[in-house]
C-alpha cells in the first residue's frame, strides 16, 4: 500500500516568508507526527497527533511553529516569520500499532535564503 | 527524560567484512528500542525493533541488534556487509504507545569495496 507522503520534496524561501509543509499518512493510522532534522543530527520531535488533536506539541521550538489536522488524516505543518535557522529536513511519521514503530516519509527538505 | 549516544559517527568498512554499529540509551522507564537506515535523500526505513521478550532482534537486510539492559546498549551487527548497506544509521528510542521517538545522531557506515 502507499507510505507516508510530503509534499513538496524541496522548498526555497526568503527569510520572514510564510511556509506550508503538507503530510498524508498512511491511510487509518490515528497517530501522526513531525520531526526535524538538521544536517549532522537525528530528527528530533515537534508534534504530535492522535486524531485531530495535537497529544503533544512540547517540541515546537516556538509560536511560530504551527500545525493542524482537521480531518484526523492529512497534516499541515505551518511556519511563520521564517528565519535562516529553520533550514532542515521535516520529516512526518505515522502510526497505528500503538507499539512504537512509526512509518516516516522522504521529508520536506526547506531551505531559508 | 530519555536519550541516546551513537558512539561512532562514522564507520568505515570492506565489502563482506562484519560491522558493529554502536547504540547506548539513557531512560528512567522501560523502553521500545529501533534502529532506522536512511539512504541518500531518502526517508527513514525501519530495520528492527525491540518490544520485549528475546534480547536478539533480526531484522530485514541481514541486520540483527541485541539488548542489553545491564549495560543499557542496542548494538547493531551484521556479519558480512555490502556496498548497498553504505548509509546512515540511526538508534531510536521511545517508552512504547503512541510515545515519540528520541534518536542518536546517526553513524553513516560506508562500506567500500
Known amino acids: 500500500g502507499a507510505g507516508v507522503s510530503q509534499t513538496p520534496s524541496n522548498k526555497v524561501t526568503e527569510k520572514g516568508k510564510y511556509v506550508e509543509l503538507r503530510c498524508d499518512p498512511i491511510s487509518g493510522h490515528t497517530a501522526l507526527y513531525w520531526y526535524r532534522q538538521s544536517l549532522g543530527q537525528g530528527p528530533e520531535f515537534l508534534i504530535y497527533?492522535?486524531?485531530?488533536?495535537?497529544?503533544?506539541d512540547s517540541g515546537l521550538p516556538n509560536d511560530r511553529f504551527f500545525a493542524v489536522r482537521p480531518e484526523g488524516s492529512v497534516s499541515t505543518l505551518k511556519i511563520q516569520r521564517t528565519e535562516r535557522g529553520d533550514s532542515a529536513v521535516y520529516l512526518c511519521?505515522?502510526?497505528?500499532?500503538?507499539?512504537?514503530?512509526?512509518?516516516f516519509g522522504p521529508g520536506t527538505r526547506l531551505t531559508v535564503t | 527524560a530519555q536519550s541516546v549516544t551513537q558512539l561512532d559517527s562514522q564507520v568505515p568498512v570492506f565489502e563482506e567484512a562484519p560491522v558493529e554499529l554502536r547504540c547506548n540509551y539513557s531512560s528512567s522507564v522501560s523502553v521500545y528500542l529501533f534502529w532506522y537506515v536512511q539512504y541518500p535523500n531518502q526517508g527513514l526505513q525501519l530495520l528492527l525493533k525491540?518490544?520485549?521478550?528475546?534480547?536478539l532482534v533480526k531484522g530485514i537486510n541481514g541486520f540483527e541488534a541485541e539488548f542489553n539492559k545491564s549495560q543499557t546498549s542496542f548494538h547493531l551487527r551484521k556479519p558480512s556487509v555490502h556496498i548497498s548497506d553504505t548509509a546512515e544509521y540511526f538508534c531510536?528510542?521511545?517508552?512504547?504507545?503512541?510515545?515519540?521517538?528520541?534518536f542518536g545522531k546517526g553513524t553513516m557506515l560506508l562500506v567500500s569495496p
Open positions: 497527533f492522535q486524531g485531530t488533536g495535537a497529544a503533544d
Open positions: 525491540y518490544l520485549s521478550g528475546s534480547t
Open positions: 531510536a528510542v521511545s517508552e512504547g504507545g503512541y510515545s515519540t521517538l528520541t
Open positions: 511519521a505515522s502510526s497505528s500499532t500503538g507499539q512504537g514503530e512509526q512509518y
